[in-house]
């Protein structure tokens, strides 16, 4: 059984930054995707981007510009760099790694 831990959630005032990270605990499975999804308050899980294991990337039209996805296949990490925040962001981020999920890290965005 492969675990997903998420990192680098928080609170942020409209305009700032945070940056999430997900480790997945077995360096011997390889997935041919890693992503983050979100789930705001009263909403549907939702897609932010994902990359594939050859670094081909989706991302959700909202967050273009703004997020920007990465991994390192070598210790199966995926990372969310997420700048200009804003109130709408705010959700519960869960890493994906094939079919498997992170326990969620809370992002609010608030001032």
């Known amino acids: 059984q492969v675990q997903l831990v998420e990192s680098g959630g928080g609170l942020v005032q409209p305009g700032g930054s945070l940056r999430l990270s997900c480790a997945a605990s077995?360096?011997?499975?390889?997935?041919?995707?890693m992503g983050w999804y979100r789930q705001a308050p009263g909403k549907e899980r939702e897609l932010v981007a994902s990359m594939t294991s050859s670094g081909t990337t989706t991302i959700v039209d909202s967050v273009k510009g703004r997020f920007t996805i990465s991994r390192d296949n070598d210790k199966n990490m995926v990372h969310l760099q997420m700048n200009s925040l804003k109130p709408e962001d705010t959700a519960i981020y869960y890493c994906?790694?094939?079919?498997?999920w992170g326990q969620g890290t809370q992002v609010t965005v608030s001032s």
């Open positions: 077995s360096s011997r499975f390889r997935f041919n995707v």
């Open positions: 994906n790694a094939n079919s498997f």
